[in-house]
């Protein structure tokens, strides 16, 4: 990762992060001074298991994190998917614990980036700021759950849905979906070959199409009724617990 100054950012415009957009301007103040810009990769490695959690990253606009856990097998399974409403990286824990995921960037784009150390500082100063990271705590710890749950009932073809529309959710709400077939299988746990069938189908039914290094989503509706619920689940329990983190139809048009 590339680092520059927050100032890229227009003077008093928020980053593209809806966490910290749902700061209030007085916690907000505590954070800006020490807030960095980066620019992030596909693949771009923020932790491996042991890493020194020394920095929280915010995900903006079109970037996308993902927690994976590695399998004796050598396969990774994915855990949690972190997108611009939330962060990874210390944002729940206290000082500097070590990771025990693999945390990768899986779309690239603009994240900001905060010294674990400033946080703390700032939340000892302010109980609301710390009353925001404990809810978005139990925000990440649902998706856990669900996320054990899907892999233990959900057939393949609902959970590829499921990710695939979790994804457009936490970016920009394109509709273009920067993932291969490969990647996917190693997202969901399984081999290339069933997600390529389950891609296949979607084609021969209209749902997408495939591109070079991509999907294009051509039919959301359609997508959404072969995804399991637990997405949904995810995103209702956010809302009640942290009014405001998740896209809005109306924040992905902006």
């Known amino acids: 990762m590339l680092t520059r100054p927050e100032t890229t950012t227009k003077a008093g415009e928020r980053p593209f992060n809806n966490l910290l957009r749902r700061l209030s301007d007085s916690d907000y103040a505590l954070l800006t001074p020490h807030l960095m810009q980066d620019e992030a990769k596909p693949g771009d490695l923020l932790y491996n298991p042991g890493d020194d959690v020394e920095i929280v990253y915010f995900p903006c606009g079109p970037g996308l994190v993902s927690y994976m856990v590695a399998n004796e097998d050598g396969r990774d399974v994915e855990t949690v998917l972190i997108g611009r409403e939330g962060a990874v990286g210390g944002i729940v824990s206290q000082g500097y614990l070590p990771a025990y995921t693999r945390i990768i960037v899986k779309f690239g784009g603009p994240f900001v980036r905060l010294s674990v150390g400033k946080l703390e500082a700032a939340k000892m100063k302010s109980a609301s700021l710390r009353n925001i990271i404990a809810r978005y705590a139990d ?99 956010s809302e009640e617990v942290l009014r405001g983190v998740y896209p809005t139809k109306e924040a992905r048009n902006r």
């Open 139 to 237: 925000c990440m710890l649902a998706q856990i759950f669900q996320a054990t749950a899907c892999n233990a009932i959900h057939s393949i073809e609902q959970r590829t849905a499921k990710w695939i529309i979790s994804a457009m959710e936490r970016t920009n709400g394109d509709n273009v979906v920067q993932l291969t077939h490969e990647q996917l299988a190693t997202m969901l746990g399984v081999g290339r070959s069933y997600t390529s069938r389950v891609i296949q189908a979607f084609k021969a039914e209209g749902v997408l199409e495939t591109r070079r290094g991509s999907m294009l989503i051509r039919n959301r509706e359609a997508l959404r009724i072969r995804a399991c619920l637990c997405n949904e689940s995810v995103k209702n329990h």
